[in-house]
């Protein structure tokens, strides 16, 4: 309590400096009009938002409802129709009435801020990417993110973005010392084009563990500089001395878990009573021991039954051929851009942070395998669009769950991504 309390003490003296250190990694997004953003996720409106929609003047063509906001958990958000998108969205040509009428600044501040991820990093520093829930954003369509710099300075500015990673989330390092971890594990891990995908995460995972026990003390009395890049060596060198047993019942359990919870999205939210919790269960239960369909959690997902016990005995077809580009790039621009800890995930500190980064490998490989397996009843063959839906519903909670920022998911993360229990699990779903 008294941590927290200093925390954000330190952010409430935080000077709220002006958005012009903006690190923006190169990237491109144009807005395709799908409106699959304006379906099932709910926008947070303000009590100035709300008045503002309010003194819009709608025509009856317009068939916008009378009320336009709902309560959910005490707070207000944007409306949806029972098919489950927002009201101001026209299905026909998919569409925003909003926008369509009004133009693109009368909608909420939540609508046109999407799909930018925006937040402060270092202190007088921000950093901005594409979210990978967006179906333009994973095909890198558009125009470059960068050439919105002076829109997204005036969203920084209406948000009131301000702070910095303090001292508790850097685990004891400096600025520089953060930095160049990351550079390292980005240089020398992920963008290491002579060992595939499997190792680049394993090694990343070996190292973090390894630094974290040396400390920060030791790291800020080393050149960092002249061991990295031997370090980095090393952790690659011992993937292969860890031994690749089947994970065990509890890893099997713990992980599935954590799986069917980064499939959920705005349920959590709306969903709380007993009954709900009672429909959840079932549905859980189901897809675990029984088969079940992840089409009941959500429109988003696969149409077919399946066993999810199965992600762990049903062998991948061709697995050397699958394409993991599109998931080592959402890696590299987390790390380029510094949304792996700090606030763009549950506030985690540095090396959880880049624990949490990496255990989004496995939940991408068991949400492909499931988009594959609905395809085939006898054959597990991953094709782009699986992994193309994989870091779309994977991405959609990473860092932004209410229920997987509690506590009990975080130490479920931490269980599941020491060394040997990461080794296993990845092995064990890439067979």
């Known amino acids: 309590m008294y941590r927290l309390r200093y925390r954000l003490l330190a952010i409430s003296l935080m000077p709220n400096p002006k958005p012009d250190q903006i690190t923006i990694p ?9 409106g699959d953003c304006c379906r099932r996720w709910h926008v947070a409106i303000s009590p ?21 906001t709902t309560t959910i958990n005490g707070f207000e958000y944007l409306a949806h129709t029972a098919d489950g998108h ?47 829930d967006c179906q333009a954003v994973r095909a890198n369509y558009g125009k470059p993110i960068a050439a919105s710099t002076k829109l997204i300075r005036g969203y920084i500015d209406e948000m009131g973005l301000r702070g910095g990673f303090d001292r508790f989330v850097l685990d004891d390092l ?6 160049k971890i990351t550079a390292g594990v980005f240089r020398q891990l992920i963008s290491n084009n002579d060992i595939d995908v499997r190792k680049k995460l394993i090694s ?3 190292s973090v563990d390894r630094l974290e026990k040396l400390g920060g003390t030791f790291l800020t009395q080393t050149d960092l500089d ?58 859980f239960w189901r897809l675990l021991f029984r088969t079940g369909n992840l089409r009941d959690i959500g429109s988003e997902h696969p149409d077919g039954e399946l066993t999810l016990a199965d992600l762990f005995t049903t062998p991948i077809a061709n697995i050397e051929e699958i394409d993991w580009s599109l998931y080592l790039d959402l890696i590299k621009l987390r790390l380029q851009s510094f949304q792996f800890f700090g606030p763009t995930n ?5 090396y959880i942070g880049l624990k949490s980064l990496c255990f ?32 779309g519903v994977i991405d959609h909670n990473l860092g932004r769950s209410a229920l997987l920022g509690m506590g009990i998911f975080t130490a479920m993360i931490g269980q599941s991504t020491k060394p040997a229990a990461y080794s296993r699990l990845v092995y064990a779903l890439l067979h």
């Open 174 to 179: 400096s600025e520089k010392e953060v930095k």
């Open 226 to 283: 002249e061991v990295l890049t031997s370090f980095f060596a090393r952790s690659v060198s011992n993937c292969g001395l860890l031994k690749h047993r089947k994970p065990n019942k509890i890893e099997r359990w713990r992980f599935l878990n954590l799986f069917m919870s980064f499939l959920r999205r705005d349920e959590e939210m709306i969903g709380r009573g007993i009954r709900s919790r009672v429909e959840r269960s079932v549905v």
């Open 360 to 391: 989004s490998f496995p939940l991408v490989i068991a949400a492909a395998k499931c988009s594959a397996m609905v395809r085939y009843k006898d054959l597990c063959c991953i094709l782009p669009e699986d992994i193309d839906y994989a870091v």
């Open 48 to 68: 100035q938002e709300e008045e503002r929609l309010k003194a819009l003047e709608w025509e009856d063509e317009d068939q916008v409802p009378p009320r336009l």
């Open 86 to 132: 927002c009201i101001f969205l026209d299905t026909e040509g998919d569409v925003c009435k909003i926008h369509r009428r009004f133009g693109y600044q009368a909608k909420p501040k939540g609508c046109r801020v999407y799909p930018f991820n925006i937040s402060t990093t270092f202190p007088g520093e921000y950093s901005v990417i594409g979210r990978f």
């Open 26 to 34: 190169d990237w491109n997004f144009s807005c395709t009009g799908c």
């Open 346 to 350: 549950y506030d985690l500190s540095f």
């Open 204 to 206: 990343t995972v070996i």
